[in-house]
């Protein structure tokens, strides 16, 4: 084996060196990487303790008072009144209930990649009307005033579904965090094939330095201990999901006088043409080339 020169063992050595320079550098980083799949794992494990925690809260509240209820009317020795009363209460349980649920089962679609976007002939107006007639008892609860501004009936093509689930959001966060006696104004019109929705209240409004927040999953700006107003932090995250899904935009405002304002831009979509549908209410009616509907 012949001797290295000095310049050859220098050469050698730094080749070496280099070589277990890289090696180290390529160890911190996949150690860098772990690190990080590390770091989302352990969210994503916080994010689904969080989610199991208040969706069982959500749920298993409004199911009680429906099953204690409904115990009540068993047991047949109330007055008529009484029992109105509490059919009436089950009634606003339940829709509780069912509202908890839509999110839910929304959001698992959305997470799975299986939320389609279904285009029909939708009539705006009364979506609008729905959602406010099934908040009917939380408005009342808290003593507020809504009104409702359009230039008349509003058809649109877009997601039925979709839309009565963010209107229907966006609504019981206005009511929500609202005060006593305050105002909920909705506004909805059609410009250059857009719809523009807003949702206004007078409620505590939204911290600036909190809004770049607000449509996280499970975002409270009230969480913790400390927390005054129910829900599960999904609502603006779905509503943000849902937008997107169907190329819109959205975005959250506090006027100097207080309160929110969403507001919200929907793009015109084509329907298929082998199938024309329009949805009133939920109920999509398909028409046919002899021009006869049949509800769906």
Same mark, same amino acid.
């Given at each position: 084996m012949?001797?290295?020169?000095?310049?050859?063992?220098?050469?050698?050595?730094?080749?070496?060196?280099?070589?277990?320079?890289?090696?180290?550098d390529?160890?911190?980083? &996949? %150690?860098?990487k @772990? *690190?990080?799949?590390?770091?989302?794992?352990?969210? /994503?494990?916080?994010?689904?303790s969080?989610? +199991?925690?208040?969706?069982?809260?959500?749920?298993?509240?409004?199911?009680?008072?429906?099953?204690?209820?409904?115990?009540?009317?068993?047991?047949?020795?109330?007055?008529?009144?009484?029992?109105?009363?509490?059919?009436?209460?089950?009634?606003?349980?339940?829709?509780?209930?069912?509202?908890?649920?839509?999110?839910?089962? &929304? %959001?698992?679609? @959305? *997470?799975?990649?299986?939320?389609e976007?279904?285009? /029909?002939?939708?009539?705006?107006?009364?979506? +609008?009307?729905?959602?406010?007639?099934?908040?009917?008892?939380?408005?009342?609860?808290?003593?507020?005033?809504?009104?409702?501004?359009?230039?008349?009936?509003i058809?649109?093509?877009?997601?039925?579904?979709?839309?009565?689930?963010?209107?229907a959001?966006?609504?019981?966060?206005?009511?929500?965090?609202?005060?006593?006696?305050?105002?909920?104004?909705?506004?909805?019109?059609?410009?250059?094939?857009?719809?523009?929705?807003?949702?206004?209240?007078?409620?505590i409004?939204?911290?600036?330095?909190?809004?770049?927040?607000?449509?996280?999953?499970?975002?409270?700006s009230?969480?913790?201990?400390?927390?005054?107003?129910?829900?599960?932090?999904?609502?603006?995250?779905?509503?943000?999901?849902?937008?997107?899904?169907?190329?819109?935009?959205?975005?959250?405002?506090?006027?100097?006088?207080?309160?929110?304002?969403?507001?919200?831009?929907?793009?015109?979509?084509?329907?298929?043409?082998?199938?024309?549908?329009?949805?009133?209410?939920?109920?999509?009616?398909?028409?046919?080339?002899?021009?006869?509907?049949?509800?769906?």
């Open positions: 012949s001797e290295l020169s000095d310049d050859a063992l220098i050469a050698e050595l730094k080749s070496r060196f280099d070589t277990t320079k890289k090696a180290l390529d160890v911190k980083m &996949i %150690t860098k @772990l *690190e990080e799949m590390n770091r989302k794992l352990r969210e /994503s494990e916080q994010i689904k969080t989610f +199991i925690s208040l969706v069982k809260n959500e749920i298993n509240n409004p199911l009680t008072s429906i099953q204690g209820l409904s115990e009540q009317l068993k047991q047949g020795t109330h007055s008529p009144e009484t029992v109105t009363s509490i059919a009436d209460m089950i009634h606003q349980e339940s829709f509780d209930l069912d509202f908890q649920l839509r999110n839910i089962f &929304i %959001t698992a679609e @959305l *997470e799975s990649g299986e939320a976007v279904q285009i /029909s002939s939708v009539d705006v107006t009364a979506i +609008i009307n729905d959602a406010i007639d099934s908040s009917s008892h939380l408005l009342k609860e808290k003593k507020l005033n809504i009104r409702v501004e359009t230039p008349g009936k058809i649109f093509n877009t997601d039925s579904s979709h839309l009565n689930l963010i209107v959001n966006l609504l019981a966060n206005a009511i929500e965090f609202n005060i006593d006696g305050g105002d909920v104004v909705i506004k909805a019109s059609v410009a250059d094939e857009t719809l523009n929705l807003t949702v206004e209240d007078s409620g409004g939204v911290d600036p330095t909190r809004i770049g927040r607000l449509f996280d999953r499970f975002y409270q009230d969480a913790g201990i400390t927390k005054h107003h129910k829900g599960h932090g999904l609502g603006l995250a779905i509503i943000k999901a849902l937008i997107d899904s169907m190329d819109g935009t959205i975005n959250v405002e506090t006027p100097k006088k207080g309160g929110s304002i969403f507001s919200l831009t929907l793009p015109h979509k084509q329907i298929d043409a082998d199938s024309a549908t329009f949805e009133v209410d939920g109920g999509a009616f398909f028409f046919d080339d002899d021009e006869s509907a049949e509800a769906f």
